[in-house]
């Protein structure tokens, strides 16, 4: 029996369970990192959203629809984020985006049936007017008030996507120093294994 013989298969044993670890742990790492940004982004476009209606229900109480959509596109612009005022009737009356006398009655939008359900909606689909994948986040403005208005905020699905694949590089690259660090440890545990094995081998031939 070699020791090289001995050193290589349980180096090669060590190396493959390791192997094998870090990408069950890396799989499972993405798939939480990816749900906790996914919560994160609603949980930060609901709060836009909340802080914009303090603004927007002064223009609503003015009963002026040019300055809802006027202060929409400005408090979007400086968010960064599209925001859409919308009657419970689902007529749109202002956005950060498009010209609301242009945009299609939005009442069968999913996160607008929840918000009007729930309080807040929540939604990813895709954008006819801006013809691409959005996350949505919707809240009714004033509960008590009838007809009730929503203030909706979103931010492209890419955007989140581009963040996303941002943060796999550095868990990658993190879980490329772990498997590198396990491989100098099952080298090391391989090497003084087979040497005991091998010793302990001769000893015994020696003493037959």
């Not at 993405?30 to 229900?57: D, G, P, V, W």
Request: hydrophobic share 40%.
């Amino acid at each position: 029996m070699q020791d090289g013989s001995l050193f290589g298969r349980f180096f090669m044993s060590y190396l493959r369970t390791s192997t094998l670890f870090i990408i069950l742990i890396g799989l499972y790492g993405c798939y939480i990192m990816r749900q906790f940004h996914l919560e994160q982004t609603a949980e930060n476009l609901e709060t836009r959203a909340r802080l914009s209606a303090k603004q927007i229900a002064v223009q609503l109480d003015q009963r002026d629809p040019a300055s809802v959509d006027a202060i929409s596109k400005e408090l979007g612009q400086l968010m960064n984020t599209r925001i859409t005022v919308i009657r419970e009737s689902g007529e749109v009356v202002g956005d950060t985006n498009e010209d609301p006398a242009k945009m299609e009655n939005h009442a069968d939008r999913p996160e607008i049936k929840q918000a009007l359900a729930q309080g807040v909606g929540r939604a990813t689909h895709y954008s006819r007017t801006l013809d691409e994948e959005r996350m949505y986040v919707a809240v009714v403005i004033d509960p008590d008030a009838s007809p009730r208005t929503l203030l909706r905020t979103s931010v492209t699905v890419p955007s989140i996507n581009r963040t996303l694949t941002t943060l796999y590089f550095e868990f990658i690259l993190g879980g490329l120093g772990i498997a590198l660090l396990l491989a100098a440890v099952s080298f090391w545990i391989s090497l003084r294994f087979s040497r005991s094995l091998a010793t302990s081998v001769l000893d015994v031939n020696g003493n037959q």
